[in-house]
T-cell receptor, first 112, second 119 residues
């Protein structure tokens, strides 16, 4: 299917565990992003990537790791999950002109 | 750094009436885009309307229109003839133009406004 797909849609994990959220896009967009959504804060940028093997920190990167070995995939890893990372996570992609972002369905992550 | 502020955490409107959601932003740039996104309970982020900063004309999309005041850095969304399906969280967002190849398409979002539509 064309578009941008996140998996899983829901995840419950325990404090201290490592968890990886997956993101896959079929448009070959250069830019990809991870945002987290929290009430009262809107969406905040965690990490972004301008191309394969090029990533950079956003506004709230602490506790997260990303990689981008292939253009179409941009996984987000929480190396040691904390309760403060309970959130809804969105992956997005954008073409090089950067005029519109396309979002995945979001992943609701609960850290207990 | 750019900031986007939505000062109305919640708004409500009667079905068929008109409602306006407010958004202000702060930037020192002159070439950028502004967006309104709708997020229904499904969590899907749906683009409602986009405004290019270089265009003086306000964008419209069917029942949705904006009042873009560049000097005042204000970008409000007007929903006319409100429908039950308009009930959602609405986000205002800013995107610096990537003409210089340095913005990478990063969006800055406001805090969101929850819109309730009463039948």
């Amino acid at each position: 299917d064309a578009g941008i797909t996140q998996s899983p849609r829901y995840k419950i994990t325990e404090t201290g565990r490592q968890v990886t959220l997956m993101c896959h896009q079929t448009w070959s967009h250069s830019y990809m992003f991870w945002y987290r959504q929290d009430l009262g804060h809107g969406l905040r940028l965690i990490y972004y990537s301008a191309a394969a093997d090029i990533t950079d920190k956003g506004e709230v990167p602490d506790g997260y790791v990303v990689s981008r070995s292939k253009t179409e995939n941009f996984p987000l890893t929480l190396e040691s999950a904390t309760r403060s990372q309970t959130s809804v996570y969105f992956c997005a992609s954008n073409n090089r002109m950067g005029t519109e972002a396309f979002f995945g369905q979001g992943t609701r992550l609960t850290v207990v | 750094a750019q900031t986007v502020t939505q000062s109305q955490p919640e708004m409500s409107v009667q079905e068929a009436e008109t409602v306006t959601l407010s958004c202000t932003y702060d930037t020192s740039e002159s070439d950028y885009y502004l967006f309104w996104y709708k997020q229904p309970p499904s969590r899907q982020m749906i683009l409602v309307i986009r405004q290019e900063a270089y265009k003086q004309q306000n964008a419209t999309e069917n029942r949705f229109s904006v009042n873009f005041q560049k000097a005042a850095k204000s970008f409000s969304l007007k929903i006319s003839d409100s429908q039950l399906g308009d009930a959602a969280m609405y986000f205002c967002a800013y995107l610096l133009s990537n003409a210089g190849g340095t913005s990478y398409g990063k969006l800055t979002f406001g805090q969101g406004t929850i819109l309730t539509v009463h039948p």
